[in-house]
């Protein structure tokens, strides 16, 4: 069965400082990786996804990802963190039915 | 163009009653899920409808029902509701049909917080 583990329930950050958000993943066959995003009190928003190609992924609102198949990771990440990017992120994989979320990692940007 | 819409926003029940949530897209999309949302948990998925008519069964479909009225609205429905159920619920939607659907992206409602006495 497809998983994907979140390690961290929580990361602090200061404001302008890289942000790292970790996951890794567990399939078999080829990896479908997502990244979603939820403010408060209110539904998922769609970051990025990794398909197939470059293993580095652009999303939306500065967010990248980095595939890296050896160590079955999908991290996301941000060069320079703002206080509004301050949520709670999931990574997902999908199979042919459905995705399966991680736990969630509550980022929190402190100015 | 309003993406997924879900009533109701909030929701309390006492246990044994039932209510139905509901759902609609505006994008014409294929499929639809329904997921809950625990803390530490993520999101585990209840049912979902790869086209109209058609309804599968997700996770955690015990105490649910669903209904694909058309290709724009999935309803779910607790027919008796239990504590346990007190959840986050979100519907989602995405374009493909589930064969061969692995790439597509799913896009989500702001969900309905129900909570069961």
């Known amino acids: 069965a497809q998983s994907v583990a979140q390690p961290e329930d929580q990361v602090n950050v200061a404001e302008g400082n890289p942000l790292t958000v970790k996951c890794t993943y567990s399939?078999?066959?080829?990896?479908?990786l997502f990244w979603y995003v939820q403010y408060p009190n209110r539904g998922l928003q769609f970051l990025l996804k990794?398909?197939?190609?470059?293993?580095l992924v652009k999303g939306s609102y500065g967010f990248e990802a980095e595939f890296n198949k050896s160590q079955t990771s999908f991290h996301l990440k941000k060069p320079s963190a703002l206080v509004s990017d301050s949520a709670l992120y999931f990574c997902?994989?999908?199979?042919?039915?459905?995705?399966?979320f991680g736990a969630g990692t509550t980022v929190t940007v402190r100015a | 163009n309003a993406g997924v819409t879900q009533t109701p926003k909030f929701q309390v029940l006492k246990t044994g009653q039932s209510m139905t949530l509901q759902c609609a897209q505006d994008?014409?999309?294929?499929?639809m899920y329904w997921y809950r949302q625990d803390p530490g948990m993520g999101l585990r998925l209840i049912y979902y409808?790869?086209?109209?008519?058609?309804?599968d069964k997700g996770e955690v479909p015990n105490g649910y029902n669903v209904s694909r009225l058309n290709k724009r609205e999935f309803s779910l429905r607790l027919e008796s509701a239990a504590p346990s159920q007190t959840s986050v619920y979100f519907c989602?939607?995405?374009?493909?049909?589930?064969?061969?659907?692995?790439?597509?992206?799913?896009?989500f409602g702001p969900g309905t917080r129900l909570t069961v006495l």
């Open positions: 989602a939607s995405s374009e493909a049909l589930l064969a061969g659907a692995s790439t597509d992206t799913q896009y």
């Open positions: 399939v078999s066959g080829n990896p479908y």
């Open positions: 990794y398909i197939t190609g470059d293993n």
């Open positions: 997902a994989v999908r199979d042919i039915r459905r995705l399966s």
């Open positions: 994008m014409n999309h294929n499929s």
């Open positions: 409808s790869a086209s109209e008519g058609t309804t």
